[in-house]
């Protein structure tokens, strides 16, 4: 399975972004699909899991803020953070069984 993350930059806080991770080697409909986030120093913080029968999960820092979704037709997982702060700043990175991308840096910032 191979992950890519993508959608990061600067934003200005109370901004949005919408993060994707699109999968190649597997079909994201029938799997779960997590995002976590690690700033320097710190450890991995779960953000949000869909589940593969599209239930979903979030973290309490994003919970609220946050909406995760699939799209079955282009094998990618969304998560779209909206009214960002400056903690909100960390890389994130989605996974699926046990692959992980290479992490998209998000900096909230004005």
């Known amino acids: 399975v191979q992950l890519v993350e993508s959608g990061g930059g600067l934003v200005q806080p109370g901004g949005s972004l919408r993060l994707s991770c699109a999968a190649s080697?597997?079909?994201?409909?029938?799997?779960?699909v997590q995002w976590y986030r690690q700033a320097p120093g710190k450890g991995r913080e779960l953000v949000a899991v869909?589940?593969?029968?599209?239930?979903?999960l979030y973290g309490d820092s994003v919970k609220v803020r946050a909406t995760i979704s699939r799209d079955n037709a282009t094998n990618t997982v969304h998560l779209q953070i909206n009214n960002l702060k400056p903690e909100d700043t960390p890389i994130y990175y989605c996974?699926?069984?046990?692959?992980w991308g290479q992490g998209t840096q998000v900096t909230v910032s004005s």
């Open positions: 080697g597997r079909a994201v409909s029938g799997e779960n």
């Open positions: 996974t699926l069984n046990l692959s």
């Open positions: 869909i589940g593969h029968l599209g239930t979903t």
